[in-house]
C-alpha cells in the first residue's frame, strides 16, 4: 500500500487545515488508516485513526478540535483540524494498518501501523 499526504501549510492559531491522505496498491489488506505526527527530537505520536467500521481513537490533546474520516470507496482518509494551537506544529504522517487480523483493531502506537505517507508539515503561528 503507498500512501500520499497533501494539505499542510502555515496558518494562524485558531484556525483550521484538512488534510488528506490517499491511498493505491493492494488497499483491500487495509484494516484501519489514520494520523501520526512528530516534532524534530520526539517519538511520532498518536492524532487519530479510523477503522474499516468507522471506529475512532484520538488523541487527548485533538479528541475536541479535530475530526478524522474515511472515504473507503475512494481510499481516502481526511482530518480536519479546527481551533489550531502552536502546539500542533509538526510533520504529520499518513498511515495505515495493512497487517492480518482477525478482529477489529484500532491501533494507537506507530510501530502497529507498517505503511507510512511522506508527511506534510503543518505550521502554526500565534
Known amino acids: 500500500v503507498q500512501l500520499q499526504a497533501s494539505g499542510g501549510g502555515l496558518v494562524q492559531a485558531g484556525e483550521s487545515l484538512r488534510l488528506s491522505c490517499a491511498a493505491s496498491g493492494f488497499t483491500a489488506s487495509i484494516n484501519a488508516m489514520g494520523w501520526f505526527r512528530q516534532i524534530p527530537g520526539k517519538q511520532r505520536e498518536l492524532v487519530a485513526v479510523?477503522?474499516?467500521?468507522?471506529?475512532?481513537n484520538y488523541a487527548d490533546s485533538v479528541s475536541d478540535r479535530f475530526t478524522i474520516s474515511r472515504d473507503a470507496g475512494k481510499n481516502m482518509v481526511y482530518l480536519q483540524m479546527n481551533g489550531l494551537k502552536s502546539d500542533d506544529t509538526a510533520v504529520y504522517y499518513c498511515?495505515?494498518?495493512?497487517?492480518?487480523?482477525?478482529?477489529?483493531?484500532?491501533?494507537?502506537?506507530?510501530?502497529?501501523?507498517?505503511?507510512w505517507g511522506q508527511g506534510t508539515l503543518v505550521t502554526v503561528s500565534s
Open positions: 498511515a495505515a494498518d495493512t497487517r492480518v487480523r482477525y478482529s477489529e483493531y484500532v491501533g494507537s502506537d506507530p510501530h502497529e501501523y507498517d505503511s
Open positions: 479510523v477503522t474499516n467500521s468507522g471506529t475512532t
